[in-house]
Nanobody, 121 residues
Framework: QVQLVESGGGLVQPGGSLRLSCAAS????????MGWHCQAPGKQRELVAT???????NYADSVKGRFTISRDNAKNTVYLQMNSLKTEDTAVYYC???????????????WGQGTQVTVSS
């Protein structure tokens, strides 16, 4: 099994910054893509950013230029630096990781428990 533990959410004023972290632990052979989704009240979960094991990144248009995703493969951890936060960024943020149990096995997706980000004055 794989566990993802998130941290770094909280309350911040518009224009402020937060840094989310998500550490993967448990039994796995390797980790492929990692990333973040968010879900605002009354809305579906949507992609925020992804990063491959090689460091290639992809962002939702709404966060380009404001958010930066990164990872530390030695620590099995993915980060989301969130700058110039807006009230519409308020949501629960979930990290995910695609892991393999062995070299020959397919990837399985695991999710964190979610961390609340609230942007409000």
């Amino acid at each position: 099994q794989v566990q993802l533990v998130e941290s770094g959410g909280g309350l911040v004023q518009p224009g402020g910054s937060l840094r989310l972290s998500c550490a993967a632990s448990g039994s796995f052979f390797s980790i492929g893509n990692m990333g973040w989704h968010c879900q605002a009240p009354g809305k579906q979960r949507e992609l925020v950013a992804t990063i491959t094991s090689g460091g290639i990144t992809n962002y939702a248009d709404s966060v380009k230029g404001r958010f930066t995703i990164s990872r530390d493969n030695a620590k099995n951890t993915v980060y989301l630096q969130m700058n110039s936060l807006k009230t519409e960024d308020t949501a629960v943020y979930y990290c995910y990781a695609n892991t393999k149990a062995s070299m020959a096995s397919p990837y399985s997706t695991y999710w964190g428990q979610g961390t609340q980000v609230t942007v409000s004055s």
